[in-house]
């Protein structure tokens, strides 16, 4: 089938090992057990905007995956939901993957570009940037995100369904360093368990952390 070709054949994900939206995509390949290679794409300083780079992802971000027959795909979300077809990690019932689908929006439209963008600003901007006026307006509607999450969890253990899956992955990356843009999980006890519980999965694979300059920026910001 057109759709399932190179799913077989090793993958390479273009991708900034700090970055939620990477980890997403090697978190699942590493619980997969699948082969791929990774190109280490420092996105914060300008790798994505090279000529080469952008006649592949004319948008100019990470992660990036191209298959073993050179056609690539672009959006952490999207890229899960491929890698994820026809395992454990995707349910079966169109019910469920609707909801998992409608966390994987939440996750994109109402809390990373909260969360995430706080952690960046705190650890990838001058201490004068001008963005850092924006961090209040984040920081408050970063906790609205993880406060809609919290009620869920109150009532179920995963975000994908009955059990783990990609929807739980793609909340889970920039929700375990939302402290590092100076929003703190301490109020969260349903999200601080199932954090625990994505942590014990089979395969589970920690972010790395940020480099010496970006952690020191984030010691400084929170």
């Known amino acids: 089938m057109a759709?399932?070709?190179g799913r077989g054949a090793v993958i390479t994900v273009h991708g900034f090992s700090p970055s939620g939206n990477c980890h997403k995509v090697r978190l699942l390949l590493e619980q997969l057990g699948r082969p791929?290679?990774?190109?280490?794409t420092d996105s914060a300083r300008g790798a994505t905007r090279t000529p080469e780079y952008l006649a592949r992802n004319p948008n100019g971000k990470v992660p990036m995956l191209e298959?073993?027959?050179g056609r690539v795909l672009v959006e952490s979300n999207a890229i899960l939901h491929w890698l994820a077809q026809d395992t454990p990690y995707w349910p079966t019932d169109a019910w469920q993957q609707s909801h998992a689908l409608a966390w994987m929006f939440f996750e994109q439209y109402s809390h990373e570009p909260y969360v995430a963008v706080a952690r960046f600003i705190c650890g990838?901007?001058?201490a004068d940037s001008p963005r850092r006026a924006d961090l209040p307006a984040l920081r408050d509607k970063g906790h609205a995100a993880l406060a809609v999450m919290e009620r869920h969890l109150a009532d179920h253990?995963?975000?994908s369904g009955a059990g783990y899956g990609i929807a739980d992955i793609a909340l889970f990356a920039y929700t375990r360093v939302a402290p590092e843009g100076g929003i703190p999980l301490e109020g969260y006890p349903a999200?601080?368990?199932?954090l625990a519980r994505v942590e014990a999965m089979p395969g589970f694979?920690?972010?790395?952390?940020?480099?010496?300059e970006a952690a020191a920026r984030?010691?400084?910001?929170?």
């Open 205 to 212: 694979m920690p972010m790395p952390p940020p480099d010496a």
């Open 67 to 69: 298959t073993g027959d």
């Open 157 to 159: 253990d995963w975000f």
């Open 36 to 40: 791929y290679r990774w190109v280490e």
């Open 124 to 126: 990838w901007t001058p």
């Open 3 to 5: 759709g399932t070709k």
């Open 191 to 194: 999200i601080t368990r199932w």
């Open 218 to 222: 984030i010691a400084q910001s929170t």
